[in-house]
């Protein structure tokens, strides 16, 4: 069973627009961490931000934020303030404890920001 | 800063010979993972390593092995190979802990002709 799942394939933004890309995850483990990845065209992958399952507040890194709705299974990236620079693939990815420290990652989102 | 090494960046092979992607960490870091990435799927775990001479399948095993002799490499084998495993590999390493991240590998992008 896909334990993450990105809905969204592709999306397009204006510059300088807030944008929120979806992340739904499936566990029955209570404690696990999520994580999302940015993958420019250069390949290379780049840590974005982390939230834990019992981290009481939602986690921020500069412009990126995590919406983490715990009972909707949900762990949202919101980019404010877009940049040409975000276009890119966008990662969610999920470890629960009992999972052997293996990482999943789902399908991924293209975000294209326009000028 | 992490580094981890792919030995190569693009890797043109025929069907049915065995192939060794390789990778190296620098950090000491107890896990290491091989990923594949394919449009549209996302990445998608082969094997992973929580310590020397171990290992776990992941969600993709078929048609690889793996190998980790040492701490800091860790080996994936496609013992033939095919064309359906024309793909980006990414190795990956981390800490152990539930927000230990990943670091990645620059990625070898491996077609077989």
């Known amino acids: 069973a896909q334990k993450i799942t990105q809905t969204q394939p592709g999306m397009f933004v204006q510059e300088k627009e807030a944008v929120t890309l979806d992340c739904t995850y499936d566990?029955?483990?209570?404690?696990?961490?999520l994580f999302w990845y940015k993958q420019p065209s250069s390949g290379e992958m780049i840590f974005l931000i982390y939230?834990?399952?019992?981290?009481?507040q939602n986690a921020t890194e500069g412009r990126y934020s995590l919406n983490f709705q715990k009972a909707r299974k949900s762990a949202n990236l919101v980019i404010s303030a877009s940049q040409l620079g975000d276009s890119a693939m966008y990662f969610c990815?999920?470890?629960?404890?009992?999972?052997?420290?293996?990482?999943?990652f789902g399908q991924g989102t293209r975000l294209t920001i326009n000028p | 800063d992490v580094k981890v090494t792919q030995s190569s960046r693009y890797l043109v092979k025929r069907t049915g010979e065995k192939v060794f992607l390789e990778c190296v960490q620098d950090?000491?870091?107890?896990?290491m993972f091989w990923y594949r990435q394919d449009p549209g799927l996302g990445l998608r775990l082969i094997y992973f390593s929580y310590d020397v001479k171990m290992k776990e399948k992941g969600d993709i095993p078929e048609g690889y092995s793996v190998s980790r002799e040492k701490k800091e490499r860790f080996s994936l084998i496609l013992e033939s190979a095919s064309t359906n495993q024309t793909s980006m590999y990414l190795c990956a390493s981390s800490r152990t802990g539930l927000n230990e991240k990943l670091f990645f590998g620059s990625g070898t992008q491996l077609s077989v002709l």
């Open positions: 566990t029955s483990d209570p404690s696990y961490g």
């Open positions: 939230q834990g399952s019992y981290d009481q």
């Open positions: 990815a999920m470890r629960e404890i009992q999972g052997a420290q293996k990482l999943v």
């Open positions: 950090m000491d870091h107890e896990n």
